[in-house]
């Protein structure tokens, strides 16, 4: 079973959090609390962990952008990974990420929020 996890894009603050607690207040909105220790009323920006790994080990959430480096006749493509369906996929092709083959080298390089972290070569 793959842990649950999930994180919060701040705008104002311009930064990704990871989320400690959350509840559905009477509202209908979430109230987050981060680990590191501070809450927010509101948030309406939370992204869950897939339960998977790039291939370098690093945890891919939804709204992370995916770079295909190999395989499925795709070279350097980039993907927004999206919730769709009852599933995590890619935006094009809509693959469901559960049934990626792993000797591809998927790699995250940023979020949707922060753009592309790393140059893509």
Same mark, same amino acid.
């Given at each position: 079973? *793959?842990?649950? $996890?999930?994180? /919060?894009?701040?705008?104002? /603050?311009? *930064?990704?959090?990871?989320?400690?607690?959350?509840?559905?207040?009477?509202?209908?909105?979430?109230?987050?609390?981060? $680990?590191?220790? %501070?809450?927010?009323?509101y948030?309406?920006t939370?992204?869950?962990? %897939?339960?998977?790994?790039?291939?370098?080990?690093?945890?891919? @959430?939804?709204?992370?952008?995916?770079?295909?480096?190999?395989?499925?006749?795709?070279?350097?493509?980039?993907?927004?990974?999206v919730?769709?369906?009852? /599933?995590?996929r890619?935006? @094009?092709?809509?693959? %469901?990420?559960?049934?990626?083959?792993?000797?591809?080298?998927? *790699?995250?390089i940023?979020?949707?929020?922060?753009?592309?972290?790393e /140059?893509?070569?």
């Amino acid at each position: 079973m *793959r842990p649950i $996890e999930f994180r /919060a894009w701040l705008p104002g /603050a311009k *930064r990704m959090e990871k989320i400690h607690k959350m509840e559905l207040n009477e509202d209908g909105k979430w109230w987050v609390e981060f $680990e590191n220790g %501070t809450g927010l009323d509101y948030c309406d920006t939370i992204m869950q962990y %897939t339960g998977l790994k790039d291939k370098n080990g690093v945890k891919i @959430f939804e709204g992370d952008i995916l770079l295909y480096s190999e395989g499925y006749d795709i070279t350097d493509e980039k993907q927004e990974i999206v919730f769709e369906g009852g /599933a995590f996929r890619t935006e @094009f092709p809509r693959l %469901t990420i559960g049934s990626w083959p792993y000797e591809y080298s998927h *790699r995250i390089i940023g979020n949707k929020y922060e753009g592309i972290k790393e /140059a893509v070569k």
